[in-house]
Each structure stands twice: as C-alpha cells, then as structure tokens.
C-alpha cells in the first residue's frame, strides 16, 4: 500500500510491516482491545531518565560556566573603550546602551551560528545508539519554532546580564578604574555540598529505591525530583565551597611564602578569592564530570567481566560434561530430552542445569504467553514443534490461577511455575532421579531461577528449586511462559520462530533467545550510556581548557592597571610570570582531590540509589581513559596558563601607564 513512515519507526535501522485486516477479522481474536492512540517511552525505566538528566546537567554546567566567563571576557575588553566615551563627555545612559547594544547584536549572531550548526552536525550526531536505535536526523533536529525561541531567549537573558554589569560598573574616566577587595567568602557556602550529597542518598532510604526502581507511583516520582536537585546542589556546592577554600588556602600560603610572587599571589587571592577560583572553576567542574562518568561506567565494565567469567566457566563445564548415559543428565537440549527413565540421573542439587549454560541461552526460544485456546491440544502442539528440524525439545509452562496457591514470599517471592514433569530435560533436570516427584504429573520450578537468570548468556551456579505440584486442575492452570530449545542454527531458530507465532499460542511479546533479550535489556543500555559518558568526558575536558585560558586572560585584563605599576617600579617579567602562575596552581590544587573525591563518592550514591545496592563502583575497573582525561585537563591547564603570559606582557607594557 505504501512506504511506512520515519514517524512510525524506532530507528532506521527498523524493520516494520503491518498487515491489514477487516474489522470483522480482528474481533474474531479474543486478544485484541481498542486503542485510542499510540504512546511511546522516552526510556525503559526511570532510572535511566534520572542517569540521562543528570549526564546532560553534567555536560552543561561547563559550557554554562564558559559562556558566563566570555561575557566578562568581553566586558573586560570594552572597559577602556568605555572609559573613553566618559572621558569625552558621554552620560552613562549612551555607554550602557551602547554595551548592551553590542553585547545583544554579537549573542544573537552567535546564537543562529550555532542553530545552523547543531542542523548540519544532526546526521552525526544521529549514528550514537540508545536502546538499540540509532536516531534519523530529524529526531534530533530542533523544530524551527523552538530553534528560534532559543535564539531570542538567550539574546534577551544575554542583554539583560549586559545592562546590569553596565549598570554596576564603576568607570570613572580613562585610568581612573580602582579594584575593590571582595567581601570575604561565608563559611555557610560550604552547607550546600552536604546538602546535595543527603538529597542524592535520598533512593536508599528504606522503601524508596523500591519505588523508585519501578517507576509506579508518586513516591518514585518525588525521589527522582530529589536525586536530580541533590546533583545540581552537589554542582552548585562545588563551585560555592571554591572560594571559601581558596581563601583559607591563601592565607596559610602566604604565612608561609619566602618568595614576592608568593606573598603577591596569596595577597590577590585573598582579596580577591571568587576571581581566583573563577578562573580555574571550569577546570574543577570538568574533574568532577570526568570523575562521576568514569566511575559510574565501572558498572558496565562489571557485568562485562562477570559475564565472561561466567560464560569461561559455563564453556568449562560443558567440556567436562560426561556422557548421556553417566550419572548426570546431558549437557544439551537433544541429549537431555532423550536420556531413558532407566539410567541413573544425578539429582537435581547435583545437576548443571541446562538453563543456565550458555549454549541454551543462546539456541533457546522464550516467550511469554497471554492466552491459550481451551481446546489446545498440548501434546499435538509440543510434538509438532519438536518435529521441526533444528529443533530439540520444547516444553509449556503455567502459573496458578489463585495467588495464594502461587506465590509464597516466605520460601520465593517471585513464585513457581507449573511445567509437565515428563518436560523436566528440557532443563537439564532427570525427573527420575528424584524420588518426591514420582508419579508427579506436574512439577512446579522457581520462577525466580527460570526467568530470573535467563536474561543473561551466562548463567549461575545456583540449582533450580523445584517440587512436586498437587491438586493441579485444568481450571487452575493458566498459561504462562513457553520454551523452545534448538541447535543455534539460524535456520532452526528462524524456522521455530516462525512456527510458535503461527501457533495458537498468543504471546505477551515476541518470543526471543535468552541472548536476544540480554542484548536488549538494561545490560546493552549500560554500555551505550557508558559510550554517551565518554562523550560527555570529552566535552566537558575540552571546555574546561577554554574555560580557564579565557578566565585567567579576564583577570589579568581587569587588572592590567596594577601590573603595569608592577612592571614600571621594576618587577621582573619572570617574578610576573610567577605570580600568575601562583594564583592559577593554589585555587586548583586547593580543590583537585575534592572534586575527583567528590565525583567519585556522587556515582557511588548514585548506583546504590537508583539500584537498591545492586550495583556499585568498583575501583578496579577503572578506564584507562579517566586518567588520560585528567592527563589532557592538567595538560590544557597548563597550556592555557602558557597562553596567557603574551596577554600579560603585552598588557603591562609601559604604554599601559602613559596616564598614571
């Protein structure tokens, strides 16, 4: 009929057709229910829309911190043009609208150079995947009206910052400029840290991971509102304990100095300690977000050895399998199924259950079924699937209609379900070898050990608990669950597919290989956030570069004045060049090992929160990267600082004081 549309689709990568029927056709399926329309999910849980949200505010806050610092940039640089137009007889009026003017025309210009370029980069950035997907570019495309409300809401936020740091400047006239000493920092600036870090723990208090994790209902909502305040304030901690930090930090410094750029640079800095840390705040900002990146993915590099630790060992057993006819069942699907009743089976606490190797993990079919048609015949069904080629045992599995009768949270909280006792090889589990289930016509498994662990191509060394199921009745029984075992081929896979969906059976969701369903569970969303992280770890150590040659470059212009005095009473262009480089290292050094402590210790609570203490950061498996990406933050510092000694000497030439 025509071409489905890239609206319908995931993903290009997408394969989609939809078949047409009568409405007469479709009611005649007891499954079908109206729909009044089609709802997407941004996100499979909630916990990965907080670990989203918080990677964005991580990537932003740097760029934020930029941006302000190239505004002081830029009022740095018009304040001597300013000065002029006072000197000559400009009322304030003219100048502040002049520097409004001008700082509103660079914005807006500024800001469809970026529209046009986030348009043309969409293609590229459209290759990253998320749950599975890549994205067409015109998902992430910024719809035009949108576009354009970006542009005029940050050239008016722009403009309005503008007039009021015009508004508040002191220029008197041309070299009349005088610094004023900073208010001394307030200890109570420290307080927002701690407060963060007691908002982000706020998912491990008791009952609210719980909630959380399942995203139902108001309290999951509520604690995921406090986990992403607790970040921000964690954010905006870091940045509000740099001052008062750097301040103590420069009075015990300058007590203890023997040398004049010291004592010069510890005395700036502690009557100027907000512009000190200004300068290398983006800096500290990037640490932490490199940090809490590289240690938050550490939970992904887990699952990836404990997988292949696993899957090491399930490869091992399988070798030292023994025959079909020794004392354990076999370690495959067809032998298990056709083992005889009269051999001597291992018992079930002594069996390497079939389920969790990792060959059936990956030649196993599972589905989930919603209905059974009451005149199914089950043994037509199961023979005709075991008929197929490729195809080596299958087994159907129900659950009791009565609650009480199926869950019992004392002994396993996730329920039992009902199979066939005579379908137990299927599982690698001989009903021969264990005497309760004799002349047991059905035999109950733990759901928790059959579902459990089945979404992992690895297994566990846990047996499966099992007992003999009585006052089983038609009636009781509804369908649950359906397993489908073959020998990995491709074609017996597709093949047996293909067959279940054609089956009477109706399914929840697809039926899928256990592979199938790890490679797209949360395991495989992990390593994509992990991939995204990576990114975010890039930009935010570009940033910081930026962020502090264009910071240290604004201090020394506001202050140009006293360095020219400096240079014209005799400082040398070394002891100048020192001094600079005191006021850069002590704010930095001061807060460095918080901010790597502090991202660590903030992924820490994060993880715990978000996953009811399942998962945790694992210091060992730190990435390599992480240390590179300190590396390239120190490195970028430093050559940001060597970048602005040419400013320096440039700006303290003895023209500089031709008015003095």
Request: with cysteine; net charge neutral; hydrophobic share 55%.
């Amino acid at each position: 009929v025509g071409l489905i549309a890239d609206d319908a689709l995931a993903g290009p990568d997408s394969l989609l057709a939809v078949r047409g029927l009568t409405p007469e056709e479709i009611l005649r399926n007891p499954e079908v229910t109206l729909a009044s329309g089609f709802a997407g999910q941004a996100f499979p849980t909630g916990v990965y829309y907080i670990v989203a949200v918080i990677g964005g505010l991580a990537v932003l806050i740097p760029v934020l911190l930029l941006i302000s610092i190239i505004t002081r940039l830029g009022a740095a640089q018009r304040s001597e043009s300013l000065a002029i137009l006072r000197l000559i007889g400009a009322p304030p009026a003219l100048v502040v609208r002049l520097a409004v003017l001008e700082t509103g025309l660079t914005t807006l210009l500024g800001a469809l150079v970026g529209v046009g370029l986030a348009w043309l980069l969409s293609p590229l950035f459209a290759q990253i995947k998320l749950s599975g997907e890549s994205f067409f570019p015109a998902d992430i495309q910024t719809s035009l009206p949108l576009a354009l409300a970006s542009v005029v809401a940050l050239t008016v936020a722009t403009i309005l910052i503008a007039w009021l740091r015009a508004r508040r400047s002191r220029v008197l006239g041309l070299g009349g400029s005088r610094q004023i000493s900073e208010p001394r920092p307030s200890p109570w600036w420290l307080l927002m840290l701690p407060l963060g870090l007691v908002l982000m723990m706020a998912p491990s208090l008791p009952g609210v991971g719980r909630a959380l994790a399942d995203n139902a209902n108001a309290l999951a909502a509520s604690a995921n509102v406090l986990v992403v305040a607790g970040f921000v304030a964690v954010l905006a901690g870091l940045v509000l304990a740099g001052p008062p930090l750097t301040y103590w930090a420069s009075r015990f410094a300058g007590r203890y100095s023997r040398r004049a750029a010291g004592v010069i640079a510890a005395a700036r800095i502690r009557l100027h300690p907000r512009a000190s840390f200004r300068a290398v705040g983006g800096v500290v900002v990037a640490v932490f977000v490199v940090s809490f990146f590289s240690a938050a993915i550490t939970t992904a590099a887990a699952d990836a050895r404990d997988n292949a630790v696993a899957s090491a060992e399930d490869a091992a057993a399988a070798s030292a399998a023994p025959a079909p006819d020794a004392a354990a069942p076999a370690s495959n699907a067809a032998s298990a199924a056709s083992a005889a009743p009269s051999a001597t089976p291992a018992t079930a606490s002594e069996a390497p259950a079939l389920l969790q190797t990792s060959a059936f993990a990956r030649n196993a079919l599972q589905g989930f079924v919603a209905n059974l048609p009451e005149d199914t015949n089950i043994d037509e069904l199961i023979a005709g699937f075991e008929r197929l080629d490729g195809v080596t045992g299958a087994a159907l599995g129900w659950y009791r209609a009565s609650e009480e009768a199926r869950m019992d949270g004392a002994e396993d909280e996730y329920g039992w379900t009902v199979f066939r006792t005579q379908d137990l090889p299927l599982f690698g589990i001989a009903p021969a070898a264990l005497p309760e289930l004799a002349g047991a016509a059905y035999t109950e498994l733990s759901s928790r050990w059959l579902h459990g662990f089945a979404y992992t191509a690895s297994g566990t060394t846990e047996m499966p608990r099992l007992r003999p199921a009585s006052d089983i009745s038609g009636q009781d029984l509804l369908p649950n669950s359906f397993f489908i075992a073959t020998d990995g081929s491709p074609e017996a896979l597709e093949r047996a597919r293909t067959a279940v969906l054609k089956s009477p059976l109706h399914f929840a969701m697809p039926p899928r290989t256990w592979a199938e369903n790890q490679a797209a569970g949360s395991d495989n969303l992990l390593q994509e956030f992990a991939f995204l992280a990576y990114i975010g770890i890039l930009i935010a150590t570009a940033v910081s570069g930026v962020a502090m040659a264009v910071s240290t470059i604004v201090g020394i212009l506001d202050r140009r004045r006293t360095l020219a005095l400096m240079r014209l009473a005799g400082m040398p262009a070394r002891t100048l060049r020192q001094m600079i480089t005191a006021e850069t290292i002590l704010p930095l050094c001061t807060v460095f090992l918080l901010s790597v402590a502090l991202g660590f210790a903030v992924a820490q609570i994060l993880l715990a929160g978000l996953t009811n203490g399942r998962r945790y950061v694992d210091l060992s498996l730190i990435d390599p990267v992480y240390f590179l990406a300190l590396g390239a933050s120190l490195l970028l510092a430093l050559l940001a600082l060597l970048a602005t000694f040419p400013t320096a000497r440039r700006t303290t030439a003895l023209s500089a004081t031709r008015f003095e």
